[in-house]
């Protein structure tokens, strides 16, 4: 059974950094697509970040373009979202996830088929 566990939110101030992790077990995900996707207060859940495990191709909201990164460790079946710069708007519980049968790097939650438990990330000003 595919499992999704993230690790690393908290509180930081603006400006600051983090680093998420997203610890996948269950399965070979060699061919797979990993997201990071957000949600904050009464807003829909969004794309971050998505990385292809075999090739490493990724892709960004615009929001987060040249602040955050996305990245994997084969050996660990892990993936990172590494945060800098971070601003209040950035304030959302994140959560990872996995695309079993990509076409695309999807940016839509139901391209993706498993999800972890979402770790908060607040960012005071």
């Known amino acids: 059974q595919v499992q999704l566990v993230e690790s690393g939110g908290g509180l930081v101030q603006a400006g600051g950094a983090l680093r998420l992790s997203c610890a996948a077990s269950?399965?070979?995900?060699?061919?797979?697509?990993m997201g990071w996707f957000r949600q904050a207060p009464g807003k829909e859940r969004e794309l971050v970040a998505a990385i292809t495990w075999s090739t490493g191709s990724t892709r960004y909201a615009d929001s987060v373009k040249g602040r955050f990164t996305i990245s994997r460790d084969n050996t660990k079946n892990t993936v990172y979202l590494q945060m800098n710069s971070l601003k209040p708007e950035d304030t959302a519980v994140y959560y990872c996830?996995?695309?079993?049968?990509?076409?695309?790097?999807?940016?839509?939650?139901?391209?993706?088929?498993?999800w972890g438990q979402g770790t908060q990330v607040t960012v005071s000003s």
């Open positions: 996830a996995v695309d079993l049968s990509p076409i695309v790097l999807g940016v839509r939650p139901n391209n993706y088929d498993y």
């Open positions: 269950g399965r070979s995900f060699a061919s797979d697509v």
